[in-house]
């Protein structure tokens, strides 16, 4: 008896040894083909830890983020499309070349005024880089391994003048998975002339799964003690308030119902959630940092969401369009979260804000990443 | 001595039920608000001694709440309701005349004359629930009653003739009325001076789990109907009576509301969700109470079971509320926060010669009922 439990010992030891030798892996396989004729690529990178991360070269749009339950089953826990001909669009996928608002449809840079197109006719408002914006690209790909690490460079020239915006530059983006179940997103860009730049992803996560329906169960936690409240256009007035005592303090873990059923002005401008968080930094932090957690007390899932970035825009998906999502299930109200790391929207006009102005020379660079887990509750 | 102790429980119990029996629910009236025309509007509340309370205004009739005990015997609004007296003057959850839900092309003809009505989306040229300034903006009179155990309100109304383009002075009563079944009951009748067309319902919006539960995605339903009314991209039916067979529409056997308002059924997108006439399953022989609809929260063990003499029931889950408007205690509406179950005519009626006659002429006397009945599961259910 003792010599078997010596045994099972043994072997738990190599099945830990192997473990750790394991490695996520990245394939890429054809995702469809353009209305233009070009060929769009579907990466696909696996853990032996029970995720799969989907992504395209069509804006780098995540098809899917699969991650077990306290179970140990698997789930799409992003909200998708349901073809490759929407995917097309761009969903879930890379904002740039200014992510979020710009107002007064432009931005002055070292004296000159840069007008942006595709401002709202109405309010002036710019939103997510414009016409010309990095959602819809289709940007190159090349696969990659870091030691545990599997993934794919996604790569982008912008050019000079796109959108308004002066100065080519150049974007990559990393998208890794490794073995502890982290999805990375990794931001560089260069220019050739003084520029501004903010970049972040879209997706919009649902720890139940995409077909769970509204995450008003779930759990948030923001670890940011200020926020940037927002005009009826929803551009910034510039102001860095405290959340304590608004329906936007989490920096407990609060369930989302009735923070985002309060009539406080804010939350009705963005009809819910649709706010840009100040991160809490410890000083001198290099790395990533924690910025939010999630958590969907049903299926025992956990997500953390760290960066270098000083900011966290957070939408409950509030429109009421009804689209259709992945297998043809139409996405409702609040069946979404989506954590958007970013400068903070509006930088560009708001003096008080952290910069987002890239020179030559200069390399942007940031770090994002996802983790995921689960409380443990009742696994097998 | 714990033998007496017992005999004497259980004679003060059966006093107590004797004296049960004997109760009845009250009514009361008093003043809700001031209208912007300087006239009264009034709240009457129903109660009973079984853990239910209804308000409704004069007002279009709106129910400004339900009360009703959950499992536990805790009561909760199950209306979703209007943040104050000034949002519950636009009459929500209310009477919904002369012509509840749709009429297409703009009117209807009627014996030769064509009628046109007032308020047709210039677009589409729908009327929705009769044009402007329908009978859920309208101040009724209101007067209270007692029958045995019910106790109520009859609020009334003169539509006059030519009203919004109908033809014919049309006086509605409607009674409201709470017994200690814990039974609802909406009591519709209806005169002319002309003959004209009508169909009255009420549209309150439900949430058995309470007003500030969120969506009612996972709660139950079913609807005692084999068929539907499928509608034209402007929620206009085609005149077909479709089976529900196969499609999201099918509650013949209890389903999760969520299992329905996330098909992408064509019917389904077309109106972001339930906004459809469901064709109940009668017994030859029009006009009698059968049951039309049950829903259940399993949350709270509260159930709801909606009777009609009406052949039709609109459901519609609440798709377009989006966080704009404010409601109970200061709550914005979201989408699918509720579920209305109105009993009516089928829409469109007077343009489609198959479905059954919404004409009312001098002399008749148009009559329905509609009974809400609030229960629970009884499931770990407190002495």
Not at chain 1, 114 to 130: D, M, R, S
Not at chain 1, 131 to 144: D, I, M, V
Not at chain 1, 233 to 251: H, S
Not at chain 2, 143 to 148: I, K, S, V
């Amino acid at each position: 008896m003792l010599e078997v439990r010596r045994l099972m010992a043994g072997a738990a030891l190599a099945l830990i040894a192997t473990g750790s030798a394991q490695a996520a892996t990245v394939t890429r396989s054809v995702f469809g083909t353009a209305a233009d004729g070009q060929t769009v690529y579907l990466f696909t990178l696996k853990n032996h830890h029970g995720m799969t991360v989907k992504f395209s070269t069509r804006g780098g749009s995540i098809v899917e983020i699969s991650a077990p339950d306290r179970k140990g089953v698997q789930d799409n826990l992003v909200l998708g499309k349901p073809d490759f001909a929407a995917w097309e669009s761009g969903s879930n996928a890379i904002l740039g070349r200014y992510a979020n608002r710009i107002g007064g449809g432009g931005f002055t840079l070292d004296g000159t005024f840069y007008k942006l197109e595709g401002a709202n006719p109405k309010t002036n408002v710019v939103i997510h880089g414009g016409k010309q914006n990095y959602f819809t690209k289709l940007w190159k790909g090349e696969a990659f391994q870091h030691g545990d690490e599997a993934g794919a460079t996604l790569s982008l020239v912008s050019p000079d003048g796109e959108s308004g915006f002066p100065g080519e530059l150049t974007v990559k983006v990393n998208y890794s998975l490794d073995e502890h179940n982290t999805l990375k997103l990794e931001y560089w860009a260069t220019t050739t002339k003084p520029t501004v730049v903010n970049l972040s992803n879209h997706a919009n996560f649902n720890l139940g799964g995409y077909d769970s329906g509204p995450i008003y169960n779930h759990v948030l936690q923001v670890f940011a003690s200020h926020y940037t409240p927002t005009d009826a256009a929803q551009v910034p007035t510039g102001e860095i308030a405290p959340v304590a005592g608004t329906p936007f303090d989490f920096r407990k873990p609060t369930e989302l119902l009735q923070r985002l059923y309060s009539n406080d002005p804010q939350m009705m401008i963005g009809k819910g959630l649709d706010h840009n968080f100040v991160l809490d930094k410890p000083p001198g932090a290099k790395g990533p940092v924690l910025a939010a957690k999630l958590y969907d007390p049903k299926s025992g899932r956990r997500m953390s969401v760290l960066t270098t970035e000083p900011g966290l825009q957070i939408y409950s998906s509030n429109g009421t369009s009804n689209a259709l999502g992945q297998n043809n299930r139409p996405i409702r109200q609040s069946d979404g979260l989506s954590f958007e790391t970013q400068h903070y929207p509006d930088a560009p006009n708001k003096p008080n804000f952290p910069t987002t102005t890239l020179r030559p020379g200069e390399t942007f660079h940031s770090v994002t990443e996802y983790v995921f887990s689960t409380d443990g509750k009742a696994k097998p | 001595m714990a033998r007496s102790a017992r005999t004497f429980g259980w004679a003060l119990a059966a006093v107590l039920l004797a004296s049960a029996t004997a109760e009845a629910a009250t009514v009361n009236r008093s003043v809700f608000g001031t209208a912007a025309d300087g006239q009264t509007v009034y709240l009457f509340t129903l109660k009973n001694h079984h853990g239910m309370t209804v308000r409704f205004s004069t007002r279009g009739g709106s129910i400004v709440e339900i009360s009703a005990p959950d499992r536990r015997g805790a009561a909760k609004n199950l209306v979703i309701g209007r943040y104050d007296f000034k949002a519950w003057e636009g009459g929500a959850n209310p009477i919904l005349g002369r012509y509840a839900n749709r009429i297409g092309g703009g009117g209807f003809t009627l014996d030769g004359v064509f009628y046109k009505l007032a308020g047709a989306d210039p677009q589409t040229q729908v009327v929705t629930h009769a044009g402007p300034i329908g009978f859920n903006q309208k101040l009724w009179t209101g007067e209270t009653f007692q029958q045995g155990e019910r106790a109520g309100a009859t609020l009334t109304y003169v539509s006059a003739d030519g009203e919004n383009g109908f033809p014919g002075e049309l006086t509605v009563k409607a009674s409201y009325s709470l017994g200690e079944d814990n039974v609802l009951r909406l009591e519709y009748r209806a005169t002319t001076t002309k003959p004209t067309v009508l169909n009255l319902t009420n549209s309150t919006h439900f949430n058995l789990c309470g007003y500030d539960c969120g969506p009612a995605y996972d709660q139950i339903l079913q609807v005692f109907a084999g068929r539907y009314t499928p509608t034209d991209q402007n929620q206009v039916p085609t005149g077909e009576l479709a089976s529900v067979a196969g499609t999201p529409f099918d509650f013949r056997t209890p389903r999760r509301i969520g299992e329905s308002v996330y098909s992408s059924h064509p019917q389904m997108l077309l109106a972001k969700g339930l906004d459809h006439n469901f064709v109940l399953d009668k017994p030859a022989g029009q006009g009698t109470l059968t049951l039309a609809a049950r829903m259940y929260d399993p949350k709270t063990g509260r159930r709801l079971e909606v009777r009609t003499t009406e052949p039709g029931l609109q459901i519609h889950s609440a798709n377009g509320a989006n966080g704009t408007n404010l409601g109970q205690g200061g709550r914005t509406l979201r989408q699918g926060d509720g579920l209305s179950l109105e009993t009516q005519h089928f829409p469109d009626s007077p343009n489609k010669p198959n479905f059954p006659s919404t004409v009312l002429r001098p002399g008749e006397t148009f009559r329905s009922v509609t009974e809400y009945a609030f229960s629970t599961d009884g499931k770990s259910r407190t002495p």
